[in-house]
């Protein structure tokens, strides 16, 4: 770009004289065109006008000087612009080129696999070069009727959960890597096509004392005094899939706080350490039918993932137990889980989450 203005500058400086010498020579044309012009009207006219016509024609003739021109600068005067390159500017550039240029046959990693999620996908990626050492993912997604990628994901994990994903509607997506020490990033995966038929997690909305997010998926516990367990929208949680709680913000624990699922709405209690509920307080305790467990998970802290997978592992009567239908319980917290069997005496397709807290400030996020 600077070398262009310099040929832009020394183009509009010497094209000077030569504009004026182009006008000059212009303005002489039409001087002797109009004479000329003149000249056959005075030959060609009237005779009573002939005599005035060429007086008038031969005065001007006299002081029209149409032998002269203005003088025009010679070549050698004239600017003759030339580039030039150094020939050992080549060898510098050829050896940047084999240091920094690499070329693949394909990417360095690839989409390996979508798990649906309830208004999501787990999206999980995986090297497939050897010989690259991988610093950081890059995840982008979109809609596939929209014509712009978008980034979801930046980091060094190999599989990310893509939230605020439409149900039944398919979204392509793409992974590339940046290799270690490196600045630039690698050429992306084969897009891949994912989707989801599970509908998303949602709060009840209209309950004083908790804020939602326009998603219903973020549930606030703002100032109000009113205090009881927020449930989701309809029992969407099912045996064999995980629900995660993701605390975004925290306020004052309560041991009467809970997190977890339950097969019905009970209105009138504050907390989910009840009968045919299963939880955990925000302070790690774990509560079943309403007992505490002996075991115990660390507190909840703000960014904590709390999740819980169930599977049936019994139908049928079952007379020392005195239920007829039993559910493996895995409860998960920063990196420390408690499994136990829980007893009920319905069989359950599907359960209702919910959470409860004495004190404002605590905002959850579930899916």
Known sequence: MSLLQEVDAIEQESIKPLDECQKLIEHGVSTADDLLREGESAVHGDVGQQNEKLCSFTKKALHIQLDSLPEVPSLVDVPCLSAQLDDCLLTILKNQIFRHGTVASR????????????????????????????????????????????????????????????????????VCARGDGRQEWSPWSVPQIGHTTLVPHEWTAGLEGYSLSSRRNIALRNDSQSCGVLYSKAPTYFCGQTLTFRIETVGQPDRRDSLGVCVEQQNGYDSLQRDKAVCISTNGAVFVNGKEMTNQLPAVTSGSTVTFDMEVVQLGP?????????????????????VFDWVLDQCCVSLYFGCSFSYPGWKVLVF
């Open 318 to 338: 079952s007379s020392n137990e005195g239920g007829n239908f039993k559910l493996r319980v895995t409860i998960s917290s920063n990196n420390r889980e408690v």
């Open 107 to 174: 990417p360095p990693v690839q989409l390996e696999e979508f798990v649906e999620k309830p208004g999501g996908i787990l999206v999980r990626w995986c090297k497939v070069d050897d010989d690259f050492i991988p610093q950081d993912y890059r995840l982008q997604y979109r809609k596939s009727t929209a014509s712009h990628f978008e980034d979801v994901y930046v980091g060094s994990e190999t599989e990310f959960i893509v939230l605020h994903i439409d149900p039944n509607v398919d979204y392509q997506f793409r």
